[in-house]
């Protein structure tokens, strides 16, 4: 289901900014950022009960585990969203 990535990562990292063609993007002025918004979406506190094996391994991956839980299921929820 994962396509590979056909970037090559090791010369994009080697490259300065100076490097990168940006020619076809648009330059964002400062009346830009001035009006920017940060829209987060706002948390809400839930109990939720998983296999507890699930838990200790997302935990096992360190700080920022509900985090990674939320981005998944975020990604789900837009994956199904696609499909109506």
């Known amino acids: 289901m994962t396509k590979s990535s056909k970037t090559d990562w090791s010369r994009l990292a080697q490259q300065d ?5 940006t020619s076809d993007i648009a330059e964002l002025g400062d009346d ?7 829209r987060v979406p706002a948390k809400q506190a839930v109990t939720i009960r998983l296999d507890a094996d699930v838990l200790a391994w997302f935990k096992e991956q360190g700080t920022g585990y509900q985090t990674r839980i939320n981005q998944l299921l975020r990604q789900y929820m837009q994956a199904q969203q696609r499909h109506r």
């Open 32 to 38: 830009f950022f001035r009006q920017a918004e940060l």
């Open 17 to 21: 900014d100076q490097q990168i063609d």
